[in-house]
């Protein structure tokens, strides 16, 4: 079956770094687009990163952009996100999620994991 299984979170000090990791497995993770989103307590889920299915083009939410980065290994079926110069406001349940933009409602979702930044 579909699964899509983050690692990596954890809790950090501000201004340190985490890799985030997102392994596919149950469907071919080639033609898919990957993106990272965030959730923190009371607030509404966002988008934080994406890269297309070839990982040929990027795109970042302004908070982030010039701090974390987005990856994606076709081989490997997982896709990371470096986050360097964390800060507390970076607190947040990170999910990623796998979809089609040109076949709408084929969409996955991971578990999330936790990153806390805290001193």
């Known amino acids: 079956q579909v699964q899509l299984v983050e690692s990596g979170g954890g809790l950090v000090q501000p201004g340190g770094s985490l890799r985030l990791s997102c392994a596919a497995s149950?469907?071919?993770?080639?033609?898919?687009?990957m993106s990272w989103y965030r959730q923190a307590p009371g607030k509404e889920r966002e988008l934080v990163a994406g890269?297309?299915?070839?990982?040929?083009?990027?795109n970042y939410a302004d908070s982030v952009k010039g701090r974390f980065s987005i990856s994606k290994d076709n081989g490997k079926k997982t896709v990371y996100l470096q986050m360097d110069s964390l800060k507390p406001e970076d607190t947040a349940v990170y999910y990623c999620k796998a979809d089609r933009p040109r076949y709408p409602g084929t969409e996955y979702w991971g578990q999330g994991t936790q990153v806390t930044v805290s001193s």
């Open positions: 149950g469907f071919t993770f080639s033609l898919f687009r």
């Open positions: 890269i297309t299915s070839a990982g040929g083009s990027r």
